[in-house]
């Protein structure tokens, strides 16, 4: 497991969107999250998604937009962020096999003791969540 408590960025941006999802959607859910969450994106450490979205251009040009790196998760490690998820989704579970995406990579990314700070928030076709790393 990758550990990022050294680093002076101190948020992971967790992303999920349906394939074939326009990157200026994406961008602009993650605009909207860095707002809400009262953060920049140089705040930001890592955009981190589903491991079956680690070819999906709007995770990975939005990624590059904000000079980020792109990580990804395997479905069993994202499920076992499930306890500590604010809004699990039975309707992801059946999708993917994990019941949340954004949320659960983000916490992922950010440790056992990573928080959320931003849970879950939508487009019409993109989820976003913001953790902060402990």
């Not at 980020?68 to 999708?95: G, I, Q, Y």
């Not at 994990?98 to 487009?123: F, M, Q, R, W, Y």
């Amino acid at each position: 497991m990758t550990t990022y408590a050294n680093s002076a960025r101190r948020y992971v941006l967790g992303l999920g969107c349906e394939r074939g999802t326009d990157w200026n959607d994406v961008r602009t859910l993650a605009e909207r999250a860095f707002r809400e969450a009262e953060i920049g994106s140089d705040q930001v450490l890592v955009v981190v998604s589903i491991e079956s979205r680690m070819d999906e251009p709007a995770i990975l040009e939005t990624a590059t937009h904000f000079r980020l790196p792109a990580r990804f998760f395997n479905v069993a490690a994202l499920e076992r962020e499930t306890p500590r998820l604010k809004n699990p989704s039975e309707l992801v579970f059946a999708r993917v096999g994990c019941h949340g995406v954004a949320e659960a990579a983000a916490l992922a990314a950010a440790g056992a003791d990573g928080e959320l700070v931003l849970p879950k928030i939508k487009s019409s076709s993109a989820t976003a969540a913001i953790a902060r790393i402990a």
